[in-house]
């Protein structure tokens, strides 16, 4: 059963940077694509960014040129960068991981991040 535990989340002030951490139980090889998705009080999870296998990412509208997502293959880690958060970026956010054999989903347990304005 693969793992995936986020770290990173707290509440900020708008404007400020918050970076997010996912750490695999196993070899992040083994994903097709990992990243980032959110979900605020009343609202739809909604995917923030992805990063695949061969580094291709892909970003949500309301968030690019502002959250990055990356991969350390040797910490089979994943990043979200957040910088100049606004309120509406307040959220539960999920680490996911789609397996690259089966296509199966994985989600991690969430992380809080709040901004305020």
């Known amino acids: 059963q693969v793992q995936l535990v986020e770290s990173g989340g707290g509440s900020v002030q708008a404007g400020e940077s918050l970076r997010l951490s996912c750490v695999a139980s196993r070899s992040i090889f083994s994903f097709n694509s990992m990243g980032w998705y959110r979900q605020a009080p009343g609202n739809q999870r909604e995917l923030v960014a992805t990063?695949?296998?061969?580094?291709?990412?892909n970003v949500a509208d309301s968030v690019k040129g502002r959250f990055t997502v990356s991969r350390d293959n040797a910490k089979n880690t994943v990043y979200l960068e957040m910088t100049s958060l606004k309120p509406e970026d307040t959220a539960v956010y999920y680490c996911n991981a789609v397996s690259l054999i089966t296509w199966y989903t994985y989600w991690g347990q969430g992380t809080q991040v709040t901004v305020s304005s």
């Open positions: 990063i695949t296998k061969a580094d291709s990412t």
